[in-house]
């Protein structure tokens, strides 16, 4: 009679093991498909998914995301030791060319804001999900960029978000 209860209480034993192991699957942020958002000093930047481009350049290990809106400003968000697979970088080297960018057009002039102008370094790049056989990529992004010259004005970009088709170059 034992030996009856034993194999009920093992198969509910294993199927709580299984129903705990999907849930942390499912505890990863997801972002849905199509996505390239960010705040520019907290407000929405003026870009879509259909405008936004993911390129990997796995000779240079290169990662580039470029959000383009219709008024010519860009969000670039670069990797540059990028191994095709998910991972968090915080970047803390002043000199690393790693992060976000932004180019702000104001009256058809070019305003470049780049992480290494800087005092602070504040940026992070989380790569979340990298699908080689889809070609597909999504992450999360922030940090903060600053104008060249003594007039160095920062700009914040925070709830940087992309799940994005990507090219290889």
Known sequence: MKTHYAVPLLLSVLSLQQCGSK???????SIPANTATV???????????????????PASKELLV?????NGS???VRLTDFNSR?????ITDPASA????????????????DPRNCSSQNRMVEIIAFD???????????????????????VALTNGKFNLTYTVQ
């Not at 849930?23 to 942020?29: I, R």
Request: aromatic residues 10%; positive net charge.
């Open 66 to 70: 470029t959000f383009n809106a219709t």
């Open 23 to 29: 849930s942390k699957e499912q505890a990863q942020p």
């Open 39 to 57: 705040d520019v000093e907290g407000k929405p930047f003026d870009s879509t998914a259909a405008t936004a481009t993911a390129v990997v350049r």
């Open 132 to 154: 080689s056989q889809r070609k597909t990529i999504s992450g999360t992004f922030s940090g903060t960029v600053c104008s060249p010259g003594s007039n160095t004005r920062s």
């Open 98 to 113: 790693d992060g976000p960018y932004y180019t702000e057009m104001v009256n058809n002039r070019a305003l470049y804001f």
């Open 86 to 90: 998910t991972g968090r970088f915080t």
């Open 74 to 76: 860009r969000v670039v």
